[in-house]
Nanobody, 126 residues
Framework: VQLQASGGGLVQAGDSLSLSCAASGRTLRSFGIVSWFRQAPGKEREFVAYLRQSLGRTYVEDFLQGRFIISRDNARNSLNLRINSLKPEDTGVYFC???????????????????WGQGTQVTVSS
């Protein structure tokens, strides 16, 4: 099973970007949860958003709501993250991660996830 994050790049503040997390060897539907994390330089990896497969429910971290949109593309077996109105503080490596079952209250914890993609770099210039 592999997760592949893509779509990052160098953009200007105020731009939008769409990231994609593609799964191979397994359908995204078979995971209990698929999430996006990000890691800024010198900082810990932080939770961004998740898709809870069984309920088709999505959630974006509170302080990111309004700019970050997570969606599923079943045809491409991928999970997308749309980031609008990018800010320099959005700079970092964006990872997708998955787990077989939904970890109820601990979905923000990095160690709860079994599968990780390699990350895609997002750099926002001011």
């Amino acid at each position: 099973v592999q997760l592949q994050a893509s779509g990052g790049g160098l953009v200007q503040a105020g731009d939008s970007l769409s990231l994609s997390c593609a799964a191979s060897g397994r359908t995204l539907r078979s995971f209990g949860i698929v999430s996006w994390f990000r890691q800024a330089p010198g900082k810990e990896r932080e939770f961004v958003a998740y898709l809870r497969q069984s309920l088709g429910r999505t959630y974006v971290e509170d302080f990111l709501q309004g700019r970050f949109i997570i969606s599923r593309d079943n045809a491409r077996n991928s999970l997308n993250l749309r980031i609008n109105s990018l800010k320099p503080e959005d700079t970092g490596v964006y990872f997708c991660a998955a787990r077989d079952n939904f970890p109820v209250s601990s979905y923000r914890r990095v160690d709860m996830y079994t599968y990780w993609g390699q990350g895609t770099q997002v750099t926002v210039s001011s």
